[in-house]
């Protein structure tokens, strides 16, 4: 059965609201991740890093928004579609995603870190101490739903 005119509308319109909601803010993460990393790693990000850095952030941000829209118009089976190599593919890139906000909130956190000891400001040690456990909670969380989820047990 082919889609209507109206399923169809309805898909570019959540494929669009997922370029924005998603796309964008995982291409930023991405390219932040990447300078964070190969500030600590050679000094920055030149040339034909740049280059390839930019590439792979808009490849992984189309990625993440595609699987964002399949998974809100067809819920989260979408996300185990096809076979186990490509289903493996598919949360491999969406943990990639997920890997680059991580490296993007640890660099946050040490800043903050960095500026608020040496002044003795509780509030941000406060602060900051509450968003790294809310992330190391939140990371273990997804880690062991996708180690279930992929083994094949459903309870999370």
Same mark, same amino acid.
């Given at each position: 059965?082919?889609?209507?005119?109206?399923?169809?509308?309805?898909?570019?319109? &959540?494929?669009? /609201?997922?370029?924005?909601?998603?796309?964008?803010?995982?291409?930023?993460?991405?390219?932040?991740?990447?300078?964070?990393?190969?500030?600590?790693?050679?000094?920055?990000?030149?040339?034909?890093?740049?280059?390839? +850095?930019?590439?792979? +952030?808009?490849?992984?941000?189309?990625?993440?928004?595609?699987?964002? *829209? +399949?998974?809100?118009?067809?819920?989260?089976?979408?996300?185990?579609?096809?076979?186990?190599?490509?289903?493996?593919?598919?949360?491999?890139?969406?943990?990639? +995603?997920?890997?680059?906000?991580?490296?993007?909130?640890?660099?946050?956190?040490?800043?903050?870190?960095? $500026? *608020?000891?040496? $002044?003795?400001?509780?509030?941000?040690? *406060?602060?900051?101490?509450?968003? *790294?456990?809310?992330?190391?909670?939140?990371? /273990?969380?997804?880690? $062991?739903?996708?180690?279930? /989820?992929?083994?094949?047990?459903?309870? &999370?």
């Amino acid at each position: 059965m082919t889609p209507s005119i109206r399923e169809r509308l309805v898909a570019g319109a &959540v494929l669009l /609201g997922s370029l924005g909601l998603f796309g964008l803010p995982t291409y930023l993460l991405t390219i932040g991740a990447a300078e964070i990393l190969a500030s600590v790693v050679s000094g920055s990000l030149s040339g034909a890093s740049r280059t390839v +850095a930019s590439v792979a +952030a808009v490849v992984l941000s189309f990625a993440v928004s595609t699987e964002v *829209a +399949a998974v809100r118009l067809h819920g989260y089976a979408a996300l185990n579609r096809g076979i186990r190599a490509v289903n493996l593919g598919r949360h491999v890139t969406l943990s990639l +995603a997920v890997l680059a906000a991580t490296v993007v909130t640890a660099e946050f956190l040490v800043s903050v870190f960095v $500026r *608020a000891v040496p $002044r003795n400001h509780t509030l941000p040690l *406060a602060l900051g101490s509450l968003v *790294a456990v809310a992330v190391v909670w939140a990371v /273990g969380r997804t880690v $062991r739903a996708f180690y279930r /989820g992929y083994r094949g047990n459903n309870g &999370v």
